[in-house]
């Protein structure tokens, strides 16, 4: 199982990143897909999500800014970033999981770096 995040990069405050995830190796459409971040000193925080039924659900901070989709078909997941702060500088990951019974699997990319400044 490989997920493999693109599209960091340094940008300056009020614009905007996409970030993608590519899976490989798992049913992706099965998947819960979340994107997560940590900054330096922070715990790693969730930051949006979207269910198998393309639900989505988004941290406070985020809402109105960050939009999460999937395409199913190329097994691809994407985070747009708009009117981006330098509070969102940090490290993105994305992550996918699936809860089967007692059964949790669990897989996690290498991670984007995201840097918002002027």
């Known amino acids: 199982v490989q997920l493999v995040e693109s599209g960091g990069g340094l940008v300056q405050p009020g614009e905007s990143l996409r970030l993608s995830c590519a899976s490989s190796?798992?049913?992706?459409?099965?998947?819960?897909i979340g994107w997560f971040r940590q900054a330096p000193g922070k715990e790693r925080e969730k930051v949006a999500y979207?269910?198998?039924?393309?639900?989505?659900d988004y941290q406070d901070s985020v809402k109105g800014r960050f939009t999460i989709s999937r395409d199913n078909a190329k097994n691809m997941a994407y985070l747009q970033m708009n009117s981006l702060k330098p509070e969102d500088t940090a490290v993105y990951y994305c992550?996918?999981?699936?809860?089967?019974?007692?059964?949790?699997?669990?897989?996690w990319g290498q991670g984007t770096q995201v840097t918002v400044s002027s």
């Open positions: 190796g798992v049913t992706f459409e099965d998947y819960q």
């Open positions: 979207i269910n198998t039924d393309y639900s989505t």
């Open positions: 992550n996918a999981n699936l809860r089967v019974g007692p059964q949790e699997y669990d897989y």
